[in-house]
Nanobody, 117 residues
Framework: QVQLVESGGGLVQPGGSLRLSCAAS????????MGWYRQAPGKQRELVAQ???????NYADSVKGRFTISRDAAKNTMILQMNSLEPEDTAVYYC???????????WGQGTQVTVSS
């Protein structure tokens, strides 16, 4: 089992920045890929960014150049640095982890990000 807890969401003005954190605990040695997804009202959940255990990253086109994903293995934490935020970035952001050995997906509880003036 893996537990994921997000923090760092909130209200920010357009053009501002936020930093989301995801703390992982439990059987973290089984995790291969971690990532951030988001879901806006009335829309499907979508991938924002992913990072593998060897540090390879993947970003949605809409956030490339503005968001940066990283992992701190020593602290069992994943970070999403979000810059130049736009109202379209408003959503609930979810931390995700995938275990290839277990064939399981894990999700955090979500954190609200609101970009508004």
């Amino acid at each position: 089992q893996v537990q994921l807890v997000e923090s760092g969401g909130g209200l920010v003005q357009p053009g501002g920045s936020l930093r989301l954190s995801c703390a992982a605990s439990g059987s973290i040695f089984t995790i291969n890929t971690m990532g951030w997804y988001r879901q806006a009202p009335g829309k499907q959940r979508e991938l924002v960014a992913q990072i593998t255990s060897i540090g390879s990253t993947n970003y949605a086109d809409s956030v490339k150049g503005r968001f940066t994903i990283s992992r701190d293995a020593a602290k069992n934490t994943m970070i999403l640095q979000m810059n130049s935020l736009e109202p379209e970035d408003t959503a609930v952001y979810y931390c995700h982890a995938y275990s290839l050995n277990q064939g399981r997906n894990y999700w955090g509880q979500g954190t609200q990000v609101t970009v508004s003036s």
